[in-house]
T-cell receptor, first 111, second 115 residues
Framework: AQSVTQPDIHITVSEGASLELRCNYS??????LFWYVQSPGQGLQLLLK??????LVQGIKGFEAEFKRSQSSFNLRKPSVHWSDAAEYFC?????????FGAGTRLTVKP | DSGVTQTPKHLITATGQRVTLRCSPR?????VYWYQQSLDQGLQFLIQ???????AKGNILERFSAQQFPDLHSELNLSSLELGDSALYFC??????????????FGPGTRLTVL
């Protein structure tokens, strides 16, 4: 059965610091992997996705994620966080016709 | 702004009642998806419509139903409401049929409170 785990419910980082949000998954085949961001009062926005190929994926807003098959992980990174990055971040895993979301990680950015 | 609109933004109703949530997809998108986001269940896929036809079903209760009209807007009907139905309901749209291969564009959501 497919599942996705985001171990960190809440993370606080200082503005300008680097960020890594963790995502671990369980999936029977090669998964499709996604990161979404949900800003307060907004719907979800796709940051990046991985289907195949290069395991380091570049997304919007300066985010990147790396697929590590051996660790069943797809962690999201950003080298320097901006105050506007404060939001909820969701990892999702699935196949061609199904997708399951993680519980989310709330990011707080300190000035 | 994703281009997906949802009305109303907030809805407060009582148990046992029936409500209708409305979604207008982005111009040109043929698929509409409905999601429920609650504290205990997280974000759950409910149902997908493509060009007026039901395409995929997720964890949608029998008390809930949806449809997509010829102008491609969609409505989610929730009936016999229970306290546990209180949640944020999102609509998303995409150009094609694939829930994962296509990029989905999410609306701002409708917050439903059942008292």
């Amino acid at each position: 059965a497919q599942s996705v785990t985001q171990p960190d419910i809440h993370i606080t980082v200082s503005e300008g610091a680097s960020l890594e949000l963790r995502c671990n998954y369980s999936y029977g085949a090669t998964p499709y992997l996604f990161w979404y961001v949900q800003s307060p009062g907004q719907g979800l926005q796709l940051l990046l996705k991985y289907f195949s190929g290069d395991t380091l994926v570049q997304g919007i807003k300066g985010f990147e994620a790396e697929f590590k098959r051996s660790q069943s992980s797809f962690n999201l990174r950003k080298p320097s966080v901006h105050w506007s990055d404060a939001a909820e971040y969701f990892c999702a895993v699935g196949g061609p016709n199904d997708m399951r979301f993680g519980a989310g990680t709330r990011l707080t950015v300190k000035p | 702004d994703s281009g997906v609109t949802q009305t109303p933004k907030h809805l407060i109703t009582a148990t046992g009642q029936r409500v209708t949530l409305r979604c207008s997809p982005r111009s040109g998108d043929l698929s509409v998806y409905w999601y429920q986001q609650s504290l205990d269940q997280g974000l759950q896929f409910l149902i997908q419509y493509y060009n007026g036809e039901e395409r995929a079903k997720g964890n949608i209760l029998e008390r809930f139903s949806a449809q997509q009209f010829p102008d491609l807007h969609s409505e989610l009907n929730l009936s016999s409401l229970e306290l546990g139905d209180s949640a944020l309901y999102f609509c998303a749209s995409s150009p094609g049929t694939h829930r994962t291969l296509d990029t989905q564009y999410f609306g701002p959501g409708t917050r439903l409170t059942v008292l």
